[in-house]
């Protein structure tokens, strides 16, 4: 069974930056698209961005530019680089992993952007 475990939210200031963590076990790490999703109360869960066995990566509109995707095989963890961060971005954020019709999430991590 596929385990997943984020690490890394917290308070931030508006244009500061955080780097969130997911580390996995349980299976081949390289065999699955990952992904980092986000939710606010309220609303659906909304990809933030993927990368997938290729390296190849893609993103929400809202965070291009701002937002790194990247994971590392070698020690089964998928990141989230956030840089220039808004009051927008604050939400729980949660990692995805795929595989065929197998689907995985983590606990979820919160993120708040404040002042």
């Known amino acids: 069974q596929v385990q997943l475990v984020e690490s890394g939210g917290g308070l931030v200031q508006p244009g500061g930056s955080l780097r969130l963590s997911c580390g996995f076990s349980g299976s081949a790490f390289s065999d699955y698209t990952m992904g980092w999703y986000r939710q606010v109360p309220g609303k659906q869960r909304d990809m933030v961005a993927r990368i997938a066995r290729t390296h190849s990566a893609t993103y929400a509109d809202s965070v291009k530019g701002r937002f790194t995707i990247a994971r590392d095989n070698a020690k089964n963890t998928v990141y989230l680089q956030m840089d220039s961060l808004k009051f927008e971005d604050t939400a729980v954020y949660y990692c995805?992993?795929?595989?065929?019709?197998?689907?995985?999430w983590g606990q979820g991590t919160q993120v708040t952007v404040s002042s």
């Open positions: 995805k992993a795929e595989h065929n019709f197998y689907v995985f």
